[in-house]
């Protein structure tokens, strides 16, 4: 994936073939923040707009902006699978939420493509 970071906030970068551009969209909140530009420094630039005008948006109206992630995390998974991860991480010495951290870092740099630190 590509993508860029400002303010704690991420965002997904592709390429318009059709318009030329590079577009992005604000990942992690509900609101649809979009912004675009037609070379790398002027995305960024818009970006950084869109993200600061977001947040005296939300200052403006009185009202919270939503945080990309809170760290906490409510899953549903079948009983089978939450015993075999319960027994994954006892195994390992950690508790279930040291287990799942570090498995979803993991899934996650992958996924992005991320090297790790």
């Known amino acids: ?7 704690g906030y991420t965002a997904r970068i ?10 992005g969209r604000l990942l992690g909140v509900r609101d649809i923040i979009s912004f675009q530009g037609q070379s790398v420094t002027e995305l960024r630039g818009q970006f950084q ?10 200052a403006e109206r009185g009202i919270s902006p939503e945080k990309p ?6 899953l549903r998974i079948r009983p089978e699978v939450h015993a075999a991860a319960t027994i994954a991480a006892q195994a390992m010495g950690k508790s279930l939420n040291q287990w799942a951290d570090e498995v979803f870092e993991q899934a996650a740099r992958r996924a ?3 090297v790790a630190p």
């Open 1 to 7: 994936m590509n993508s860029m970071s400002y303010r």
């Open 14 to 23: 592709e390429f318009d073939e059709r318009d030329d551009i590079f577009v």
């Open 49 to 58: 707009v869109a993200v600061d005008d977001y947040l005296e948006d939300c």
């Open 69 to 74: 992630a809170s760290g906490k995390v409510m």
């Open 112 to 114: 992005t493509g991320e």
